[in-house]
């Protein structure tokens, strides 16, 4: 009602809401709780710690710092508090490793050497692996994309970092393309260079 007070009638406000203009009026003239002149100094003093951070404290680390100054509130608090705020810190996520190199794998030439261009469609295509974190756990995917098109041609998704994945997501390439000559590169990853690519598949690079 206050922040509308401009655009609306107080009397019509409280009539929507069901309240009474006496209950408003006494509540702009009431002073702050005990509870909320706590809370607004201790938000003060978690702003500062956040912001002498550099935004990357979160309600743990501004929890333990408090108690180190001596003040004693719990952890759910200042969590509480920081929420209200928008204040949040820098997580450090533990990225999993997709791409092992088969010990003693022949390393194939690079037909590309970084220059990521082409001409034209299903000339040159790149491949690579990721993972999705779910509530059930993580989901590999595997994808094949064309580089001129910049459009996913093949993809495939399991609970398992296997090579057969990888030529899931191949066969769907080219069963859609069905290309003549195409370069299809890769990282050295072992998924990649676990078995050798069956004989009539038009790729140039594992």
């Given at each position: 009602m206050k922040a509308n007070r401009a655009r609306w009638p107080i009397a019509t406000m409280?009539?929507?809401?069901?309240?009474?203009?006496?209950?408003?009026?006494?509540?702009?003239?009431?002073?702050?709780?005990?509870?909320?002149?706590?809370?607004?100094?201790?938000?003060a003093r978690i702003r500062t710690l956040h912001a002498s951070s550099r935004g990357t404290y979160g309600a743990p680390r501004i929890h333990v710092q408090l108690?180190?100054?001596?003040?004693?509130?719990?952890?759910?608090?200042?969590?509480?508090l920081m929420r209200m705020a928008g204040l949040c810190g820098a997580s450090r996520r533990h990225w999993k490793v997709t791409t092992r190199?088969?010990?003693?794998?022949?390393?194939?030439?690079?037909?590309?050497r970084r220059h990521f261009s082409a001409e034209a469609r299903n000339v040159l295509w790149v491949a690579d692996a990721t993972y999705v974190p779910t509530g059930e756990g993580?989901?590999?995917?595997?994808?094949?994309?064309?580089?001129?098109?910049?459009?996913?041609?093949?993809?495939?998704?399991?609970s398992h970092l296997y090579a057969e994945l990888m030529l899931r997501a191949l066969d769907m390439a080219l069963?859609?393309?069905?290309?003549?000559?195409?370069?299809?590169?890769?990282?050295?990853?072992?998924q990649y260079s676990a078995r050798p690519v069956p004989r009539g598949r038009p790729v140039g690079h594992p």
């Open positions: 409280a009539r929507l809401l069901q309240v009474s203009t006496g209950g408003y009026y006494a509540w702009l003239v009431r002073k702050p709780s005990k509870q909320a002149c706590s809370d607004a100094h201790l938000l108690a180190r100054e001596g003040v004693h509130v719990g952890r759910k608090r200042v969590a509480r190199q088969r010990a003693g794998a022949r390393r194939a030439p690079d037909l590309v993580f989901l590999y995917l595997a994808v094949v994309l064309d580089v001129f098109s910049r459009r996913i041609v093949g993809w495939a998704m399991s069963l859609q393309r069905r290309p003549e000559g195409v370069i299809h590169h890769s990282d050295q990853g072992c």
